[in-house]
């Protein structure tokens, strides 16, 4: 039993992503630390400001209802369910317990990350000036005001971003193995589009409706696309399991 656990896990290679290496993840984490440093020392505040203030004089009643039902593509919890329910529907069709681990471990993943850093960097939103607290909106803008409730301060960065990135990563990874399941196949333009198209929207209309500074949205994008890359790299199809799970770990991964 112990020789075969040391096969199963030399096995475990990890995955490639585009563009290859890790000097993009690394890039990626330096403009956020980058962009996080220079909102901490009062930078950038001028175009956040600028953004909003346009975005506020160009937002009729019907731009601002569709900006709004686009922004339900990236509401973490429908997504999370949705990835768990495309990962039990694959685990059943293929009776393999694997399916089910992007969700969980993506889950885990922006439990860990996203949430502890709205908390840390406490940023009111742009609405703290027009609603509950009542900010003057020279406050709204700076980072760390840990004197606010926590529920007026958690804009940076953007959740429903990087939560988009992540689960429409996770939602793209097993929808194609399900489709081959009923002899479709995913074409990779849909698998691209599943992936970017969202969470660009998302992106989008949080900055126009002026939940998020524009900076927040940015730093969920990198945040997200950190993640992403972070959960592509996992051999989902490799991963040492328990013993008594051996018969269910047939592997599903594909090209997506």
């Known amino acids: 039993m112990r020789q075969t656990t040391t096969t199963v896990r030399g096995r475990a290679r990890l995955r490639p992503v585009r563009p290859a290496g890790w000097w993009y993840d690394l890039l990626l984490l330096a403009a956020l630390v980058g962009l996080t440093v220079a909102l901490a020392t009062d930078h950038l505040f001028a175009v956040d400001r600028a953004v909003v203030d346009w975005a506020d004089a160009h937002r009729p009643t019907a731009a601002y209802w569709i900006a709004r039902v686009l922004n339900l593509l990236g509401q973490g919890s429908p997504l999370t369910l949705l990835a768990a329910a495309l990962g039990v529907l694959l685990a059943v069709r293929l009776r393999s317990v694997r399916p089910l681990l992007p969700p969980v471990v993506a889950f885990g993943l922006t439990l860990l990350t996203i949430g502890p850093l709205k908390v840390w960097t406490a940023r009111p939103a742009p609405t703290a000036?027009?609603?509950e607290p009542f900010l003057p909106p020279e406050q709204t803008l700076p980072l760390f005001q840990h004197d606010l409730p926590v529920g007026y301060a958690q804009s940076y960065p953007s959740g429903h971003v990087a939560n988009a990135i992540v689960w429409y990563?996770?939602?793209a990874l097993l929808l194609a193995p399900l489709l081959r399941t009923v002899d479709r196949r995913m074409p990779r333009p849909l698998v691209t589009a599943v992936r970017v198209?969202?969470?660009?929207?998302?992106?989008?209309?949080?900055?126009y409706l002026g939940w998020h500074w524009l900076t927040d949205s940015v730093a969920g994008l990198l945040l997200g696309l950190l993640l992403d890359r972070l959960l592509r790299r996992v051999p989902w199809d490799d991963l040492p399991l328990p013993a008594r799970l051996r018969g269910r770990d047939r592997p599903f991964t594909s090209d997506a």
């Open 169 to 171: 990563g996770v939602i």
């Open 129 to 131: 000036s027009v609603k």
């Open 197 to 207: 198209v969202p969470p660009l929207v998302v992106l989008g209309t949080t900055t």
